[in-house]
């Protein structure tokens, strides 16, 4: 098979996939306004599709349903209007089951597009499709989670999301100062944030080898980490007192000990595994309580041939900031990175929830620093 | 078959049969804290079923689910902890089966309880019990209808819930003024609120022997009722403006002409249909337009046997406060309608939702006075 | 001197007199929405009378600043835009100065009005003018005290606005079911609100002759009053909550003991004096864990003979709803009190802060049920 | 006289001089949260040089009031318990007068302290109270405008503080790609956050030898810059709607021209002059709008010997994070800066309203990006 079609085709069943150990009654919820109805991110990577390959390229395709462009879109305010994310939550129709048809419509017709020897610029954007919909896989997981999470009987999904990086003997990797390249180079896939590839200086630096563990994060609750105001940012201290934050995400204290919620169930926490679902503030608040920092992400980039990464994304203390020369493409698609980039903290690696194919060391992801429900750890810098 | 026996089946099968037109997606949402997911209120008087009959009075009844007490309970403090108001929505387990299982299992239960010739203390409590579910079933019917009139996509539900009142030629019923007898008498059931029946003291009075019709509210729009704070308390004026509203709960403008959503669909409004689904204030807004006002729920009984009710019920202009000598049931149950008397106003009548035998002309609703979901019109005096 | 005249310059000094133990800087802070800065309540009754008697009546009158109608209109839409209400703590100019130069300029304009042999429509005006005036006195000691009472350095202001009631034996008088009359009658001023004179019906009942004592009070608090969820509304126990209320409003515990603050300092709180600064959801509370309940205002105004009352404003059950017959008047005047008559509790009675001359047992005071910075006391009923 | 009693005094008259124009009524009042009444400066800044100065090093000092560490802490929470932000528009108490007599009593303390030689560690600190002081001279400034600016009445302030830019014949700046060094070097006083001197890569970049003026702002508005999300943020764009931006601060639309309020007083939009008073978010709306882009606070550093500035302070794109090698100091001045590293994004430069002496070239000003009360305007780089 054309080896297009065939990874496109892996990848829109692996979204399918993610979502089947889910009871019909799992779909349609949204738990926050930062998460999203599984069901929904199925219908929105498909309305991508359809919206960016077919109505534009592909001959006499025909609309699945009129309706599904305001249903579906998530924030592309060139692509029309659109129900609000809050109001994710309250759209019980489409059913699942007319969703699953309207994937299928459209798969169809990707392959049938793809089949008919599309021209570069076509080719392009599918590429971005098929990147696009690796990264609501992610979010899918995510958002499972944190719906069973959510439940106050903690239900067993099972899945290998929650597998442990194996940890180290602590090691600092030292990095010498002087000028570096960052960013993508080459002609793979990359997103537009990546580009271009520049030079930068950096001081020296030391990075460990390895992620913070729950037992060195279980020494900071007991010292008092969440009670002292001189390790927190000033926001960070608001947070924690203003939504009585205690622990990580999903971290439970029955009868004095700490168990955690994972899509395994509840188990008592593993003092050996890495410390997980922390916001930027929590991060940034432990490195200061060791007395250390957060690396940058160019420290990162620079250093991550020397260490092991990507079962947890891990927070840097860079800011989510253009790259010299960054431009944003023209139309919709400009708006997929370009305006987010203040107020959110950089984060690099990869997660045990990152689709195959998907990592690469220059990828640049971006949170705000309160959010916690992805996949990340800690790892140290000085 | 025993009679009680008989009524208590049928009542729970008519909470199913509300149901069997949703897909299962309807169940679980819950699109405004004041509305419940259908699923929550089958499950929920289940669960009033077990925790006040089978539990304290049927010998060897074994629970169903231990947690489904914490899931849930209303808002009955003295029952224990239960999930908050707002989350109801998030329970995407038990699922609708599961919660199906529960029914069938309480069910048969208190069918064998039944059997056995209980004293006269459960069933009081019993007739409570099938009050309260024909309660949740005029519920489901708002809240479904609010979840579907929330989908963008209008969809038909199709039920006998929108029959109208057939309109009299308009006339104005005299009422005499001196003491009178309100609140419930006799051995029929009736809630506390109802009890104990007494003298009041009536002034003269008028009252219409109709509702007001979509067509006089659609003349109150266009002389600008919305814009002239005149008719308007001080609050019902912040509550017009803080939420933009312009006409009834379900109004659509289309191109100039207004549609209405019920559960039939989307169509034209009938200027001949009385209007529903309006606020307390947006009907005391109305009454000042027309140099009338709303009944007070006095007036309203001594003086229903003279027209006909039971397809909306009716707002007055009477607070929802205690009747001489009301006092509360002790334990749970005491929980059920006093401690509501403030900041709510008191609906008279029934409607096409309310199950039947539920209704009678001593009955005592109550909203708060910015509420619509539920099916209601204007009565005017003066 | 024309009496009329003598008494609207008793009214206007005394506007001046409450507020002259003040600091500068006391003018024109706003420490809470529901409260107004001392400056603006001075000015406001003089944009009254300068509105509603001079502009309107008498002639040649210029107006004294063109920005003022704008600034101290309080909540008449009629009278056109306004200054929002949480913004009046903004308002640092015109100064305490110039405020006190408008009132003198309004004062003579109304004095040389009043000689000018005026009309009965005017005249009547007039009259609410002064009563309108005497009800932002009384409102002026409440946040005079709240200003004072936010200072965490506790100032004395010193004044007899703290008076107590002298504390009767305690005894029950009784009130005998039958038909009885209330509201205003005769030819004296009062508010729209306290007309027309009608008959009601009452049941048998007793009232106490005295107001519940701080002593009685702080065994409610002892008892765990605040902390049992079934002497209160669901609406006052989530009040309660949500504010972490303990305690009467100016109660402060030291050291396990409470003291209260009021314009005299803070002192320990007397047990003999009666409780004073509690909200309706408290006042309520507090008579169900007595097993007891307020009185209405019909029980209230029946039986006000036979009791003292005058030092605190007494919470009624009933709500604030309009008279049989209640007809506003038009124009702006016609907001004074019917647009009110939604979601708020009646008080009975006139406290120490009342001013001379202003009180009557028609008068129907008003408030929304957690409202406490008002001069307000218990009185029971069963 | 000693050179540093005579910065010293200097410095301490100036904050008093910034207020000589105001009335009594303006010094308490605060307008926003992020805004601070002009007496609580006066009274914060004297109560540093108590805490930080007299009561660690002065030997027999005498504190002046043992409430005033409560009432004017602003944020150090080593340095204990403070009334919270949004509460100090709510102290009348203490009186002008009486901060005017601790600026005294503190002022005087600390010469008789600078006379006693103190040694070096104080010195550093003397060092550090000075530039704080003048640090809120400026916010003074800024918190006036805000006061006066929010009066219905436009008041007329008058000062120095308005004066513009020359705006020079608009030319690019050529910066050449290289390793250059940033960060304070040498002995005189710096913040902690501006060490210490490192190198950084810049790639080659152009930046405007002049400010943004408000001409070509205007031709922005005109252009539906405010109504174009492609211009905007994300939560650029959400700041926009919810706020209903349409403007710098301070610029008000009459009868179709544009006229601001400055210390002035209100004046028509002076073309020629540089806009003043726009958030970063629109500073970067309006660089995209221009196809450009804002400077980095390095390039600024970099080539801000090649242009003029000083009368406005200038957005750049960096977050404010720390310098590699960033260290905090211990205790309560370790609170100074580190701990607002998150979410807030750099200003170079200086104003009109900085005060004398104040300004450097390595300086580190920040503020959230929606914040637009202080003296700022826009340069363009690209």
């Known amino acids: 098979m054309n080896p297009i079609i065939e990874r496109f085709l892996v990848v829109r069943k692996h979204s399918e996939a993610i979502c089947k150990r889910l009871l019909l009654e799992d779909y349609s919820v949204q738990p926050a306004v930062f998460a999203s109805p599984p069901k929904?991110?199925?219908?929105?990577?498909?309305?991508?599709?359809e919206a960016f390959i077919l109505v534009p390229f592909a001959k006499d395709y025909k609309i699945f349903d009129d309706d599904f462009s305001f249903l579906f879109n998530s924030y592309y305010n060139n692509a029309g209007k659109r129900v609000l994310r809050p109001n994710r939550g309250l759209m019980t129709r489409p059913s699942v089951e007319e969703v699953m048809n309207y994937r299928q419509h459209v798969t169809e017709a990707?392959?049938?597009?793809?089949?008919?020897?599309?021209d570069g610029e076509a080719l392009e954007i599918v590429e971005i499709g098929i990147n696009h919909e690796q990264q609501h896989q992610e979010l899918l997981v995510y958002d499972i989670k944190y719906i069973l999470g959510n439940q106050p009987t903690?239900?067993?999904?099972?899945?290998?999301?929650?597998?442990?990086?194996?940890?180290?003997?602590?090691?600092?990797?030292?990095g010498k100062s002087g000028v570096y390249?960052?960013?993508?180079?080459?002609?793979?896939?990359?997103?537009d944030n990546e580009l271009g590839r520049h030079k930068i200086y950096l001081q020296d630096f030391e990075i460990s080898n390895r992620l913070v563990t729950n037992g060195e994060y279980l020494a900071f609750i007991a010292d008092g980490g969440y009670q002292n105001f001189n390790y927190w940012h000033?926001?960070?201290?608001?947070?924690?007192?203003?939504?009585?934050?205690?622990?990580?995400l999903y971290w439970h204290q029955v009868e004095g000990d700490w168990y955690v919620y994972d899509l395994?169930?509840?188990?008592?926490?593993?003092p050996e595994a890495p410390v997980k679902h922390v916001s930027f503030f929590e991060a940034f608040a432990y490195a200061e309580?060791?007395?250390?920092?957060?690396?940058?992400?160019?420290e990162w980039e620079i250093s991550s041939d020397h260490f092991q990464w990507g079962t947890l994304w891990e927070w840097t203390n860079s800011a989510y900031l253009p790259y010299p020369g960054f431009s944003k493409a023209p139309g919709a698609l400009g708006e997929y990175n370009g305006k987010f980039m203040v107020n959110q903290m950089v984060l690099r690696g990869a997660s045990a929830a990152t689709s195959e194919g998907h990592a690469r060391k220059t990828y640049r992801n971006f949170f705000h620093p309160?959010?916690?429900?992805?996949?990340?750890?800690?790892?140290?810098?000085?």
């Not at 929904?40 to 599709?49: E, K, R, S």
């Not at 000033?234 to 990580?248: S, T």
């Not at 309580?289 to 160019?298: I, S, W």
């Open 181 to 191: 390249e960052i960013g993508h180079a080459g002609k793979d896939f990359c997103f």
């Open 110 to 118: 990707v392959v049938a597009f793809l089949k008919s020897s599309p």
């Open 289 to 298: 309580y060791r007395g250390m920092r957060l690396p940058t992400e160019a």
């Open 370 to 382: 309160d959010m916690r429900w992805q996949y990340n750890g800690i790892r140290l810098a000085k």
């Open 40 to 49: 929904w991110h199925l219908a929105h990577i498909t309305w991508f599709w």
């Open 264 to 270: 395994d169930g509840l188990e008592k926490v593993d």
């Open 234 to 248: 000033d926001e960070g201290w608001q947070w924690v007192n203003q939504n009585g934050i205690k622990a990580p």
């Open 154 to 174: 903690y239900p067993v999904y099972g899945s290998g999301y929650e597998t442990q990086a194996e940890q180290q003997h602590p090691e600092w990797i030292k």
